[in-house]
DNA sequence: GTCTATATTTGGATAGAC
DNA sequence: GTCTATCCAAATATAGAC
């Protein structure tokens, strides 16, 4: 990363694959800026705290996840389902990272706690369990939702060439949360 | 928790806790301390460094881990991927925060990095993907693996019964894993 | 086995020069 | 927009008394 080009953007995207391979809190500053070549000094030039860092970045996954059920939501209900699966499927494969650290990170979960995000997390469980919503389809439902984290955790699905990976995830869901 | 009575398994149930909630990198030894009602002074009377607490709280899960795939591995191939499932959804439901930590914390992934409970990881996976291991059943395992956090996450299937959650955890496997 | 006190390092954050 | 230098708080860890 050439010095003198730390904008904000290369900010977010250094501090993503930091939160991804060390957690959020387990990413100093210091880190983020000596894997961009700069002092600390230069990132807070362009963000007040850390914190305002760690939004930044999760940002565009909550307003995707948010986009997402909205525009799942109005569908034909015997449709939501597999459009829910094929959505998520789509983001969990093609921002892996930016998926994994939003679903898994538990600063990312203290975050979330009490906004309007954690809304949109329980109606995408909701909505992959149907309207008869049994506990076991809300288990099955949860788990599919973790599992979305796989593609970003497991080495050979992270090398996995996308549109299959996405493929497989898709039917994974339709085994999982498809009509009995 | 009465002080006076912070022996080390004290420390590993108060830090388990923690690490949950928090995270492990999350989770000061102040907080540790605090939560018993002692000092960190006495926390270091019985373990040397935060990493040996770390290593001692996870211990558990990658033994529990380590005997599971023994096990399973001792049974004829086309047992191996139901007796599989079941054995982890038992510990995902029994030991819902250990399980959690172990698989889903960044830290404790590092820590897993280049030993031999990465392997034991990788061998769950592939077994449960079976034998013919074509890309497709490779993802599903993978994210029925990932999926067992979510008794830890979901807070429904965190309030859910055990044993209704161990059934449905056991149904999601056959669903996802079992034979086509 | 726990305490008080302290050493040392790291992390978040700011001031002011260039 | 980046630097050096610095502040302050918190974290890991240790020493020595009780």
Redesign the pocket.
Known sequence: MP?????ALQIREASLELFFRHGV?G???????ESL??????I???Y?????IVRAVLDPAFTTFTTLVERVDALPPDEQVMALVRGLARQAVVHRRLYAVTLHDVTAAELRRGSAQEQTFRRMRDLLAGPASDRGSVARSALFLSGLMAPAVDADLLAMDGAELEAAIIEAGARLLGRD
Do not use: E, I
Request: net charge positive; glycine share 8%; aromatic share 4%.
């Open positions: 010095r003198g080009d730390s904008s809190s990413t100093s500053l210091r880190m983020v800026a070549g700069v002092t600390k000094a230069a807070y030039h362009h007040r705290t850390k914190d305002d």
